[in-house]
């Protein structure tokens, strides 16, 4: 037979394996980033939504991809479907099987597959086709997906298997003349032995009880109790766990035994035929059966992604090279999307001369969480994923991502939570560049305050000479003001309610965030006598500039209420001014409406005047003919 080796468009596809995502990173730092922003968890939630194991084992494996091009491609590809999918279009991805391992071991010449493996195959196909007629339907809404489809082998496989066998595994009689021959000669057989064993058994009497025919070491037996041996020649295949009865082959069934066992060995040989003709009849084709296989699970993974996108109302971001600026619009935490949680949108963005920004603001605030939410959907937006972004996203594509979340404490590796991450600082600054993403948290803490500042301002000028893309947390004064006068580093914040001491989770760019600690801890209820003596303590520009970011926030809390008022007042005048103008408009109908009355009222007269006349001319003339 011809062999249907398809030709490869790039998409790698193998006879026995599945393409992987491409991926241009390198370093070792790459998997423990991704493990710290828990990229591995993110992916498991967009698998969920894909409809089979090779689907879901696709989206599992994809890793973010410094190809332009390509990110750009499978971004595409998702949203294609996620239009499909919104216009109500029934097509679907199907639950293909995993075949893998069965087209691997068609490569053994000579090796007969099992009849699951063959009814594996046969659904396969069939889904196959089913996917393929889907992929043909859709081709003028969808080009990308369309895309995908390949030539399928010939559907007769999967009727030669289904005529061949039964749903449960079972070969069929008529599979073959052979076998349909061998099949009537073992219940032929079998027939005439069982009548031939029963007549022996009716011939002991009272003595068998209710004992039956039965079976033992592949031969036809009958019970016979120990007492009554004497009365029945031939071969003991076995006896009871008591003892008691024995399991007797008498002669008169020996032959007929032979004749059987030879039936059931043809029958044999002839099953093993059925499978063999089958198997090589789906070996030349193990390569088209690969492209199939491959067409489904690719069907099935933009599936799994436009359904990650639709669940987080997500739309395809702008895909830029590293160069360009980071925006993000109503972005949000993709796994606090996932689980229904009402995470508060955040919109960032770095101009072009903006590389770093510095979060500052109290604990519990939601910093940490938005340094996660950016790694995660630049990452997810890497690997092909539509994360939770609004229109107006720009993404710049990353050669590495350096991330430093958490505490690294070892203690069998005498290891501290300050030494941890300095290690982690150490490599970030061998071997971050202008293309790499950088996320740290809490830069600058566990140590001596001034030191630790000394510490982390060098590491973000450092960065920042580079080009880098960083985004870190800290509560350190002295970045804050370094963050105030240094070219490419910019403040952030995540909003507090003054009032309520509880965060907002609103972000807000330009302006460091207040470290609320002592009034947190009057809410608490520390005394004040204790918390003067704090205030005393503190340092003369961090009160200084506690007292100005107070009086900001006061600032900008009365000018909110102010544009809120003008709002109210605003929405307040634009409903007067409508009731005006629908009384305007109300008042000119009703000026038009009278006009017209008069005008029918002038016309009306003028009628009943004439006719006034006529009639007083007519009597007039009558009498003066009656003179």
């Not at 029945?232 to 066992?261: K, Q």
């Not at 009032?499 to 965030?513: M, V």
Request: net charge negative; glycine share 8%; aromatic share 4%.
């Amino acid at each position: 037979m011809k062999d249907d080796r398809p030709v490869n468009k790039d998409r790698g596809v193998s006879a026995t394996g599945v393409a992987g995502t491409p991926s241009s990173f390198s370093g070792v730092s790459t998997p423990a980033a991704l493990d710290a922003l828990e990229f591995e968890v993110a992916l498991d939630v967009v698998a969920r939504h894909a409809v089979s194991e090779i689907g879901a084992e696709s989206v599992r494996s994809r890793v973010p991809s410094g190809s332009v091009d390509w990110v750009i491609s499978e971004l595409a590809t998702a949203t294609e479907f996620q239009r499909l999918l919104d216009s109500g279009d029934p097509f679907r991805p199907e639950a293909v099987q995993d075949i893998r391992a069965v087209l691997e071991s068609l490569e053994i010449e000579g090796n007969v597959l099992e009849p699951t493996e063959l009814l594996a195959v046969g659904a396969a196909s069939e889904a196959m086709r089913n996917v393929l007629a889907g992929l043909e339907r859709i081709a003028a809404e969808a080009p990308r997906l369309s895309s995908l489809a390949v030539e399928l082998p010939q559907s007769a496989i999967g009727r030669s298997i289904d005529r061949a066998l039964d749903p449960d595994g079972a070969v069929k009689d008529d599979a073959s003349p052979e076998l349909s021959r061998a099949r009537r000669g073992v219940r032929d057989t079998r027939a005439r032995l069982v009548a031939l064993l029963e007549k022996q058994m009716r011939s002991l009497g009272q003595s068998a009880g209710h004992a039956e025919v039965t079976l033992k070491s592949g031969r036809y037996v009958i019970p016979v109790r120990r007492d009554d041996r004497d009365r029945v020649r031939g071969i003991v295949h076995g006896e009871s766990s008591s003892g008691t009865t024995l399991f007797v082959e008498p002669p008169e069934a020996v032959e007929l035994g032979n004749e059987l066992n030879g039936w059931e060995s043809e029958e044999a040989r002839a099953v093993l035929a059925v499978l063999r003709d089958l198997t090589e009849m789906i070996r030349p084709h193990r390569f088209g059966l690969a492209a199939g296989l491959e067409m489904c699970r690719c069907v099935d993974d933009a599936y799994a992604r436009a359904r990650f996108a639709i669940e987080c109302d997500s739309t395809q971001p702008q895909v830029v090279d590293r160069e360009r600026a980071l925006c993000i619009v109503r972005g949000a935490h993709p796994l606090l999307v996932a689980a229904g949680e009402n995470a508060v949108p955040f919109d960032l963005h770095l101009s072009g001369d903006e590389h770093t920004l510095l979060v500052s603001g109290p604990n519990a605030g939601g910093k940490t969480v938005l340094l996660k939410a950016v790694g995660l959907i630049c990452s997810m937006a890497q690997s092909g994923i539509i994360p939770p972004v609004g229109k107006g996203t720009s993404l710049p594509i990353y050669g590495t991502f350096f991330v430093d979340i958490g505490d690294h404490q070892s203690i069998a590796a005498s290891l501290s939570t300050f030494s941890a991450h300095v290690a982690a600082l150490r490599e970030i600054l061998e071997r971050a560049d202008g293309a790499a993403l950088v996320l740290v948290d809490e830069l600058g803490g566990g140590t001596d305050p001034i030191e630790g500042a000394a510490l982390a301002g060098a590491t973000l000028l450092s960065l920042n000479d580079r080009a880098c893309t960083t985004v870190a947390t800290t509560h350190l004064t002295e970045l804050k003001e370094l963050a105030a006068k240094t070219e490419g580093v910019v403040n952030g914040s995540l909003e507090f309610d003054i009032e309520t001491l509880a965060p907002t989770y609103q972000f807000i760019k330009d302006r460091p965030g207040r470290s609320f600690g002592l009034a947190i801890a009057r809410r608490l209820g520390v005394p004040d006598d204790v918390l003067a003596r704090a205030e005393e303590l503190q340092p003369k520009e961090a009160r200084s500039l506690e007292a100005m970011l107070a009086d900001l926030e006061q600032r900008e809390q009365q000018l909110r209420q102010r544009e809120e008022q003008v709002s109210l007042d605003a929405a307040r005048l634009a409903k007067e001014s409508e009731a005006v103008t629908r009384l305007r408009e109300t008042l000119d109908s009703r000026d038009l409406e009278l006009a017209a009355r008069e005008k029918q009222a002038e016309r009306e007269g003028r009628e009943q005047a004439r006719r006034f006349l006529l009639d007083a001319r007519r009597r007039v003339e009558q009498a003066l003919g009656v003179a």
